[in-house]
């Protein structure tokens, strides 16, 4: 990398920070890596069984289907700011709105799809639309440090959430972590979170293309929605994240419920869980650096075809303390690429002009797999007592859906 190529984070850091607690206390990562941990105190108190708990997921991914490509049109049209503020309020008055449950699994299910709506504003497709047109040379690295916040507040939330339901009870530990977003996120965004296209930062951008004459805004090309949805890169894209994330996203949630069915106390399994959260850091900062130096496909089949040994090990009959480990750290890192990759590979093969929309329509059918895995591992989980067998099916999910992404080909030039 040349020393000059590193100007593009003198300018651009304020977008990173407020991305990195924006993406980590929004949508993507807070209702996944707490539900597991909030199952428990819901099933005592309202005799609910692991797939009425996880069915909420299924309403939420289906409302994202129609919701994320949504937003990203209103992201692109309104602009990543105003999208990014208005959802985080609105986010977390919605997920404080779970602490009023009574007990009712329509009114549940009902605070899962307007979730869905309300904060889909948070999810990276936002966020990575400003950080992509402030990096390019570096746009890997800018994008795995941006989403580092998934990680950060993934092992956070989980451990922050079952300390509050212990010494305070499950409803106090919704409120707590509900106002994450409208206390520390809300207010960073307001005051650095801002695109290249911002008038208030007309003096600062100008400064970025003189000191990186390599530097591209890129904000007004490349192919719109329909040319998108006509391409067969997209559909392959989105045959193998649905995959890829029915295989991550499926165990992630039940860990808690997995690791408690392996012999481990509930305290051990929240501390294993939660360690998942550390290892998506690692995997974030090693992806986006990668990313900028190697073809990202061939990158993305390496990375995400080794968290296929999680679900061996996680099979074991005897599942030791240390295997358990291994197996958390290695998913973790599979988590950390995906996220990084899908918007790296949109801005590379589909360009910036409709980035947010294309990326939401991608993210529809990577929450499919999100979504529903939750469900079906706790489904095999009521009908067999094991994870056993649903783990060896995400085993295979791992590979095919991983493969694929070698016949991408090169990245397409958009006149950057």
């Given at each position: 990398?040349?020393?000059?190529?590193?100007?593009?984070?003198?300018?651009?850091?304020?977008?990173?920070?407020?991305?990195?607690?924006?993406?980590?206390?929004?949508?993507?990562?807070?209702?996944?890596?707490?539900?597991?941990?909030?199952?428990?105190?819901?099933?005592?108190?309202?005799?609910?069984?692991?797939?009425?708990?996880?069915?909420?997921?299924?309403?939420?991914?289906?409302?994202?289907?129609?919701?994320?490509?949504?937003?990203?049109?209103?992201?692109?049209?309104?602009?990543?700011?105003?999208?990014?503020?208005?959802?985080?309020t609105l986010f977390g008055l919605t997920f404080i709105a779970f602490s009023f449950n009574n007990g009712s699994p329509i009114l549940y299910y009902a605070i899962w799809v307007t979730m869905a709506f309300a904060g889909a504003g948070t999810l990276p497709m936002t966020w990575t639309r400003a950080i992509n047109n402030w990096f390019n040379e570096n746009r890997g690295l800018a994008l795995g440090l941006s989403l580092l916040?998934?990680?950060?507040?993934?092992?956070?939330?989980?451990?922050?959430?079952?300390?509050?339901?212990?010494?305070?009870?499950?409803?106090?530990?919704?409120?707590?972590?509900?106002?994450?977003?409208?206390?520390?996120?809300?207010?960073?965004?307001?005051?650095?979170?801002?695109?290249?296209?911002?008038?208030?930062?007309?003096?600062?951008?100008?400064?970025?293309?003189?000191?990186?004459?390599?530097?591209?805004?890129?904000?007004?090309?490349?192919?719109?929605?329909?040319?998108?949805?006509?391409?067969?890169?997209?559909?392959?894209?989105?045959?193998?994240?649905?995959?890829?994330?029915?295989?991550?996203?499926?165990?992630?949630?039940?860990?808690?419920?997995?690791?408690?069915?392996?012999?481990?106390?509930?305290?051990?399994?929240?501390?294993?869980?939660?360690?998942?959260?550390?290892?998506?850091?690692?995997?974030?900062?090693?992806?986006?650096?990668?990313?900028?130096?190697?073809?990202?496909?061939?990158?993305?089949?390496?990375?995400?075809?080794?968290?296929?040994?999680?679900?061996?090990?996680?099979?074991?009959?005897?599942?030791?303390?240390?295997?358990?480990?291994?197996?958390?750290?290695?998913?973790?890192?599979?988590?950390?690429?995906?996220?990084?990759?899908?918007?790296?590979?949109?801005?590379?093969?589909?360009?910036?002009?409709?980035?947010?929309?294309?990326?939401?329509?991608?993210?529809?059918?990577?929450?499919?797999?999100?979504?529903?895995?939750?469900?079906?591992?706790?489904?095999?989980?009521?009908?067999?007592?094991?994870?056993?067998?649903?783990?060896?099916?995400?085993?295979?999910?791992?590979?095919?859906?991983?493969?694929?992404?070698?016949?991408?080909?090169?990245?397409?030039?958009?006149?950057?």
């Amino acid at each position: 990398m040349k020393k000059r190529n590193l100007k593009e984070f003198k300018f651009g850091w304020p977008v990173i920070l407020s991305s990195t607690l924006g993406i980590g206390l929004g949508m993507s990562p807070l209702p996944f890596y707490t539900i597991g941990v909030f199952a428990i105190p819901l099933s005592q108190k309202f005799g609910w069984g692991m797939d009425i708990i996880m069915g909420g997921l299924t309403f939420f991914t289906i409302a994202a289907l129609f919701s994320s490509p949504l937003i990203g049109y209103v992201a692109d049209k309104i602009g990543a700011r105003k999208t990014a503020l208005w959802s985080l309020t609105l986010f977390g008055l919605t997920f404080i709105a779970f602490s009023f449950n009574n007990g009712s699994p329509i009114l549940y299910y009902a605070i899962w799809v307007t979730m869905a709506f309300a904060g889909a504003g948070t999810l990276p497709m936002t966020w990575t639309r400003a950080i992509n047109n402030w990096f390019n040379e570096n746009r890997g690295l800018a994008l795995g440090l941006s989403l580092l916040g998934t990680g950060l507040f993934g092992a956070f939330a989980k451990l922050y959430a079952y300390s509050l339901i212990e010494n305070f009870g499950w409803r106090m530990a919704y409120l707590g972590v509900g106002l994450l977003p409208l206390l520390i996120a809300l207010p960073v965004a307001y005051f650095f979170f801002r695109d290249t296209d911002d008038p208030k930062v007309a003096d600062k951008v100008a400064k970025l293309k003189k000191e990186v004459p390599n530097h591209s805004k890129g904000n007004k090309t490349g192919l719109s929605v329909a040319q998108a949805l006509k391409d067969w890169k997209f559909w392959l894209l989105a045959f193998s994240f649905i995959l890829i994330s029915f295989a991550i996203g499926g165990p992630i949630p039940n860990l808690e419920k997995l690791l408690s069915s392996k012999g481990f106390d509930i305290g051990d399994a929240v501390i294993l869980a939660s360690s998942i959260g550390y290892a998506v850091l690692i995997g974030r900062l090693i992806g986006g650096y990668l990313l900028d130096r190697f073809w990202a496909p061939a990158v993305a089949f390496i990375l995400l075809s080794v968290p296929a040994l999680s679900c061996y090990l996680l099979q074991s009959a005897d599942l030791s303390y240390t295997n358990a480990l291994i197996a958390v750290i290695v998913l973790g890192f599979g988590a950390g690429v995906e996220y990084d990759l899908m918007a790296y590979l949109v801005s590379r093969y589909f360009g910036m002009k409709n980035y947010a929309a294309i990326y939401g329509f991608l993210y529809g059918f990577f929450a499919m797999g999100a979504g529903f895995g939750p469900v079906i591992f706790g489904k095999f989980f009521a009908n067999t007592g094991s994870y056993d067998t649903i783990l060896g099916y995400a085993m295979i999910a791992f590979l095919v859906g991983s493969f694929p992404l070698l016949f991408l080909g090169k990245y397409r030039n958009f006149g950057e």
